[in-house]
């Protein structure tokens, strides 16, 4: 089975035709990969799909905006896997 | 269709929350400016104008869905095809079904049929955002009411 990141790395090679040995987990999505605010939108989308999840991306943005969250406790890659796996353990509670 | 004003959808002719669907109708006008270029002596709707109804009709089952609380915003149109010509006159069925509810968007299948054919069709994605004033809202809540959307909200809901 694949790892989060794993699947991660994979939606984002696919959906972005970026090269997938460029994507590691320490990747920041927007500042090292480039991928913009559409971009991401299918990303999550897939991702959502993926792991039948609802990413709460408003609730990350606001946290951004209002000082309260970097963009790397989102967007770089680890931790947005960390950040799934929890979206994926609370659905199972 | 007031295609002048991007009015684009004369009627809600079902809607089905718990479906995720809906079904507009609209009927191309006879004469337009719009047609005095597109094309001279050749009236036909223009296919952008397609993927707008089918935008509007998709907008306004997100409308409903968020209980006139968000506003949809066109973000992406994925595999747009135009499968026919639609000349003045014609009525047309634009329908929507929802596929996926995300996080501040959302993303919608919808297709256009004149006399029973598929003309248009693609996936379209929307930003979907707080409404940016109350007065976009309340004029919103106006337009619904003019195409019929809240008593079939209101049947909806049951």
Known sequence: ?93 | MRLEYFLLIDRVVSLDLKAGTIVCESTVPTESPVFEGHFPRYPLLPGVMMIETMAQCAGWFLVAMNRFQRMPFLAAVRDAKFRSFVKPGKTLIAEAKRTHDGSGYAMMETTLSCEGRIVCNGTITFHVAPFPSPDFETEMRERAASIGLLGHEALADG
């Open chain 1, 1 to 93: 089975m694949s790892s989060t990141f794993d699947t991660i790395a994979n939606i984002i090679a696919e959906t972005c035709d970026i090269p997938r040995d460029t994507i590691t987990p320490e990747s920041h999505a927007i500042n090292d990969l480039g991928i913009d605010s559409l971009d991401f939108l299918d990303i999550a989308f897939a991702i959502d799909k993926a792991f039948g999840i609802k990413m709460p991306l408003e609730q990350w943005t606001q946290e951004v905006n209002e000082g309260k969250a970097t963009t790397d406790q989102y967007f770089v890659l680890k931790n947005l896997a960390a950040r799934i796996d929890e979206l994926v353990a609370a659905k199972g509670t």
